[in-house]
């Protein structure tokens, strides 16, 4: 039986009961459900809305069954055996239908002054908060894997690229490091979020508040909240803080699947800069010889159901009328498999990153390909007076003439480079060597060794907070 049937003739259809259930999805929320309630409670009691007697009465029964959920005696499943089954709409219906089996009629006293329209708001914030606060916990171990991999490999040189095509030495370490940035503002991100979910919906009811002479900063402040939402019809209809989460979840996703498809792209035999452990990586039911990146490979694809977690949150919020409508209930599938998906990522990447090995021959050997630094001859040229737009025209020439004579920056003779400008001298060959090039560099933030070390003591401070 239903708690709400009261102006009803039938009992709701088997299947309408089913079709609309979801508790199969909102059972998860039962901790959270359970602390709304006991602060809910200890409110009316101190607003003399129910006993002190009655209310601690409910407190009881209520971390009673939080024990059996805990210990496997009730279970939320319907072909569950062994345990006692509460089949019901949702969460909310399901803990107090056991609540009244305890305690008679005391038990429907609890939801004095509160509606499910506030009651699933406030699950919802106070889950929001723990799980960021896991989330950000992977955050920081992501970041100090790829902090110990750059201080291991902070002299190691290797192409830099732009288009995927090799563009300018860099210090491995400095490519490491721009992910550990780029994690530091998702970790950020989530901060500002957990600003905007640590308000209390609680005691808005259904969408106009309540005659009871309830007290919401009461329970905002046992609740840990910094104040309550204002704005009663505001904190039962909108879920901005649910889309603003899946959004910093999505940010998050799309810098990992950045960093797989490096890991892809660098451990193929075509590029051959790293070797994934075998632990993280399969092979192929036909072909003996494989060892595919399936890790980097899946939380690449997990990426893109990331994304439909967010559209569909805000396709289903784009046509809502306020206030409260059932389609809110939806929210929760996207909510709760974003939060999954991005810890079980962040958790697997990082364990996975610690194994990674970095073949610093083989940056050795592609340094001395491709040009790698005939931006430092144009930027030599300018230095000696040229307009960079007619030194960077010269050195172009340049790399075209050897490339037609199959030779290097380094090979090209003086005279050859003095045919193209006046301006060369004999130190221009000081400069066709990547180290050196690394060390010139001058600007803040770039990937001169200076430059580098300093970020790297930036970081270490910064992640031991």
């Avoid at 069954?65 to 569950?80: D, Q, T, W, Y």
């Avoid at 902070?154 to 860099?170: C, E, F, N, S, W």
């Avoid at 980097?296 to 439909?308: C, D, F, P, S, V």
């Amino acid at each position: 039986m239903t708690l709400w049937n009261g102006r009803f003739h039938k009992e709701l259809h088997p299947q309408a009961l089913k079709f609309s259930s979801s508790l199969a999805v909102d059972k998860r929320l039962y901790r959270e459900d359970i602390e709304g309630s006991l602060a809910h409670v200890a409110m009316l009691a101190k607003q003399k809305i129910v006993t002190t007697h009655e209310a601690r009465q409910i407190k009881k029964a209520l971390l009673e069954i939080l024990r059996e959920i805990e210990m496997g005696k009730i279970s939320f499943n319907e072909h569950a055996r062994g345990s006692k089954r509460l089949i019901a709409e949702d969460i909310h219906m399901a803990i107090e239908h056991r609540l009244i089996e305890k305690l008679g009629e005391l038990g429907g006293k609890l939801h004095t002054a509160r509606s499910r329209n506030d009651q699933i708001a406030l699950d919802e914030r106070l889950y929001l908060r723990r799980t960021i606060l896991n989330i950000q916990k992977y955050l920081r171990q992501l970041q100090k894997t790829f902090l110990k991999k750059a201080e291991q490999y902070k002299d190691v040189i290797m192409p830099g690229y732009t288009h995927l095509q090799r563009a300018q030495p860099v210090l491995l370490a400095h490519h490491l490091l721009a992910y550990v940035s780029m994690l530091g503002r998702d970790y950020e991100r989530f901060d500002d979020c957990v600003k905007r979910v640590s308000r209390s919906p609680l005691g808005a009811a259904a969408l106009a508040g309540t005659s009871f002479p309830i007290d919401r900063k009461f329970t905002a402040r046992k609740l840990g909240f910094g104040g309550i939402i204002e704005n009663s019809i505001d904190a039962v209809s909108d879920r901005d803080v649910q889309i603003e989460f899946i959004a910093a979840c999505a940010i998050t996703m799309m810098h990992l699947s950045r960093l797989s498809e490096e890991l892809v792209l660098w451990s193929s035999k075509e590029w051959d800069f790293l070797i994934i452990n075998d632990a993280f990586t399969t092979g192929s039911s036909i072909m003996p010889q494989k060892k595919n990146p399936d890790m980097a490979e899946l939380i690449r694809g997990k990426t893109g159901r990331m994304y439909g977690n967010l559209i569909a949150l805000l396709t289903v919020m784009k046509g809502l009328p306020l206030t409260y409508n059932r389609d809110l209930q939806e929210d929760k599938v996207s909510l709760f498999d974003a939060a999954d998906t991005v810890v079980a990522c962040l958790s697997v990447f990082s364990t996975m990153f610690r194994t990674v090995k970095f073949d610093t021959k083989r940056f050795e050997t592609e340094l001395n390909s491709d040009f790698l630094l005939a931006t430092e001859l144009a930027d030599y040229l300018a230095r000696k007076g040229l307009p960079f737009r007619k030194a960077h025209a010269i050195v172009g020439n340049i790399v075209q003439f050897c490339m037609q004579k199959k030779i290097s920056l380094k090979d090209l003779s003086l005279k050859d480079y003095q045919k193209h400008s006046k301006f060369f001298g004999k130190d221009v060959y000081q400069i066709l060597d990547a180290r050196t090039s690394l060390h010139e560099k001058k600007s803040l933030g770039s990937t001169a060794p200076r430059e580098v070390s300093k970020a790297i003591q930036f970081w270490k401070r910064k992640l031991k907070k």
